[in-house]
């Protein structure tokens, strides 16, 4: 079956727009994982999603980052006025429930000029 | 909190030379202990993995064995090939929604 799919796969945009970056999970993975891939601070946690709930938000580096997920399946993860430290590989992930393995898609690399 | 710390790369390694990646966590409570490996151009795959003190992970020739009393999951492989040649990440989870603490990654560069 299909792996997890994200996108764009590459996305640059102007300092202070907003972006939407999107993750389709593994058909039947309860659960949904954002992190995010830059230079300076290697791989980092962001948030999960059980179902549509996000019980652990705490990895949100502000609030110009948000993200949702509906129909317990697709999530978009939404950053306002991108600042250029923004700029990094979004990785999403997905996993069944009580599963410990991780499948991560091919990411998002957004650049912000 | 919790944290991973890796050795750093590039390690550059002759093929079939005998590969160790150095890796050692902080955690509170009794964390299940992950490597993934990113090939080039490619996403993060789980390698292996252990869930509890003493267990030993391995795959694809890998090992690595959890070892609660120095804290440490170090990455071995007897004999490397080219094809090894990726970036390894050490990773920890504590439950609450396995959400995984990442080391920095070590790139591992394998030559004929």
């Known amino acids: 079956g299909a792996g997890v799919s994200q996108s764009p796969s590459n996305k640059v945009t102007e300092k202070g727009k907003d972006v939407e970056l999107r993750c389709d999970p593994i058909?039947?993975?309860?659960?949904l994982y954002w992190y995010r891939q830059s230079l300076g601070q290697g791989l980092e946690f962001l948030i999960y999603?059980?179902?549509?709930?996000?019980?652990?938000k705490s990895g949100l580096p502000s609030d110009r980052f948000s993200a949702e997920r509906t129909g317990g399946s697709v999530s978009t993860l939404t950053i306002q006025r991108t600042q250029q430290e923004d700029s990094a590989v979004y990785l999403c992930?997905?996993?069944?429930?009580?599963?410990?393995?991780?499948?991560f898609g091919p990411g998002t690399r957004l650049t912000v000029t | 909190g919790n944290s991973v710390t890796q050795m750093e790369g590039p390690v550059t390694l002759s093929e079939e030379a005998f590969l160790t990646i150095n890796c050692t966590y902080t955690?509170?409570?009794?964390?299940?202990l992950f490597w993934y490996v990113q090939y080039p151009g490619e996403g993060l795959q789980l390698l292996l993995k252990a869930t509890k003190a003493d267990d030993k992970g391995s795959n694809k020739g890998f090992e690595a064995t959890y070892r609660k009393e120095t804290t440490s999951f170090h990455l071995e492989k007897g004999s490397v090939q080219v094809s090894d040649s990726a970036v390894y990440f050490c990773a920890l989870e504590t439950g609450g929604g396995n959400k995984l603490t990442f080391g920095t990654g070590t790139q591992l560069k394998v030559e004929l």
């Open positions: 955690a509170t409570g009794y964390p299940s």
């Open positions: 058909s039947g993975h309860t659960a």
């Open positions: 992930a997905s996993s069944q429930w009580g599963s410990y393995e991780q499948y």
């Open positions: 999603f059980q179902g549509n709930s996000a019980p652990d």
